[in-house]
């Protein structure tokens, strides 16, 4: 796999911190509503941390220039959807064995697992797809319908009580969906009739949910895309409206803005088989170039509400959106994935299938097929911030002292004339 020159991402890296505030400041002015971009946080280790341990990739991988990818757990088997809880608990769906697990990194980096839910134990159809850690719920779509366990964020034990329902009689199974800020759930149904245009997306509020929950077809408010023959993975932008897939019959596919009112200029081609999607909503985000690299491990500032994609086989795909329209603005681009991906139909390739970002700007996918869960983070350099600002006082003294010198010369272009027409003894004449 070939990547497409990261140099010209970093170009655009805006070299100080205060630049960056205020540009993100003016050009981002919906970003407060629902989740703008904190100040980037410092990383601190305490000093005596032993090494992590290493988990040794399923395959040889790559990824952007100035990132990096590690395996963060390769023991849960057939892990589906990825959240991240409010205390930054990584939670993962594993329909190899119907249970939900916690990954939680201690302040060295090393990771501990924890069985959630044992979804044998506490009955109902297999746990399938869709996990979504909202307040204090876990949701999880399971046959056809939706489900809520009682969770705190952070708990790292075992819950012992049943599931309630949320969502029934939605007709259809594996399902993905998603909750936005404000308590909405979006379910999109249909990929069985996607290329006869049969696929609707429904949403319902989670704040109002009546006794033994909502009946999917007669409740809840549909909504359309453009070009609406399929819909695959959903996730909400910052300013909460909803994106989604629209699937062609030759499996192409497109990002589209899901709306009552669909437009037809908010699509992107994105190839195919996007089995996640995950807008940076920004938080613990960086700033860096290539020299300095980042001032924290989190994605950079400047890609806040992009999208990104867990593609099948291909990898993590980054979707550039502009910040007043907020529609896609560049051409896709694959941060991260196996570095050979030709023999995927005959072997099993690294297949991220969910996507998250956590509090501190990385994101966390799952690849079903290898069984692994991922980290992808920028390389952190604690004195990236140092370095930033003393190029950008250089770039500073230059550009002031090409102006001295630009002065300078002006003053001596102006000198010969006078010079020509006052002689040079002429001042004692007068
Ligand atoms: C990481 O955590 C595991 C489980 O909690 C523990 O057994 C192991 O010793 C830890 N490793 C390091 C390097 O701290
Ligand atoms: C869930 O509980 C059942 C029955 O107690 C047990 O057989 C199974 O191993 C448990 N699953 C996990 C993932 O621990
Ligand atoms: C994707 O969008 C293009 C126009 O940008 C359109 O021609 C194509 O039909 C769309 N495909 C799908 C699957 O919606
Ligand atoms: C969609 O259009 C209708 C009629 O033009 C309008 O009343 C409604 O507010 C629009 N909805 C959205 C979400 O923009
Ligand atoms: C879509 O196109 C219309 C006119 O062609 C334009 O006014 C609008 O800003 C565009 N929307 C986006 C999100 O680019």
Redesign the pocket.
């Known amino acids: 796999m070939t990547f497409l020159n990261i140099s010209k991402a970093f170009l655009l890296t805006i070299a100080a911190l205060g630049v960056l505030a205020q540009e993100e400041g003016s050009t981002l002015p919906d970003a407060t509503a629902i989740g703008a971009a904190p100040p980037p946080r410092k990383i601190q280790r305490p000093a005596n941390c ?4 290493v988990i040794q990739p399923s395959a040889p991988f790559s990824v952007v220039s100035g990132y990096e990818a590690i395996v963060v757990s390769n023991t849960i088997k057939n892990p589906r959807s990825v959240t991240v809880d409010e205390a930054n608990h990584f939670l993962v769906l594993a329909a190899g064995d119907n249970s939900i697990y916690s990954i939680r990194e201690d302040l ?1 980096g ?1 990771m ?1 697992q924890q069985l959630l839910v044992n979804g044998s134990k506490l009955g109902g159809s297999i746990l399938q797809d869709s996990l979504i850690a909202f307040r204090d719920h876990l949701y999880v779509a399971t046959g056809d319908a939706v489900y809520k366990f009682q969770y705190s964020p952070g708990q790292h034990s075992e819950i012992q009580s049943a599931p309630e329902v949320v969502i029934k009689n939605i007709g259809e199974k594996q399902l993905p969906m998603t909750i936005d800020p404000r308590g909405r759930l979006f379910v999109p149904k249909g990929f069985s009739q996607a290329a006869t245009g049969g696929s609707q997306v429904r949403q319902y509020d989670l704040l109002d949910v009546p006794a033994g929950g909502f009946d999917y077809g007669n409740s809840g408010e549909a909504l359309s895309a453009a070009g609406n023959n399929g819909a695959g993975p959903l996730a909400y932008d910052t300013q909460g409206r909803i994106w989604g897939t629209n699937i062609a019959a030759d499996g192409s596919e497109n990002l589209s803005l899901f709306d009552a009112n669909a437009s037809s200029n908010t699509t992107v081609p994105v190839g195919s088989q996007t089995r996640g999607i995950a807008f940076y909503r920004g938080l613990g985000c960086s700033v860096g170039d290539a020299d300095s690299l980042g001032t924290t491990e989190g994605f950079p500032c400047r890609w806040t509400d992009h999208a990104f994609l867990a593609t099948r086989n291909t990898g993590i795909v980054h979707v550039p959106f502009s910040d007043l329209a907020h529609a896609p603005s560049g051409a896709p681009e694959t941060i991260f994935g196996q570095t050979d991906i030709s023999d995927c139909s005959t072997g099993t390739c690294i297949s991220p299938i969910s996507i998250a970002f956590d509090q501190n700007g990385r994101i966390v996918t799952a690849s079903d097929t290898t069984n692994e869960v991922w980290m992808v983070r920028r390389l952190y350099n604690p004195d990236a911030g140092k370095i930033l600002t003393d190029k950008a006082n250089a770039a500073d003294a230059a550009s002031e002292a090409k102006d001295e010198a630009k002065d300078a010369a002006a003053e001596d272009a102006k000198a010969p004339k006078e010079d020509a027409t006052v002689p040079e003894d002429s001042a004692n004449q007068e």
């Open positions: 032993n090494t992590p341990e060295c090393n501990s």
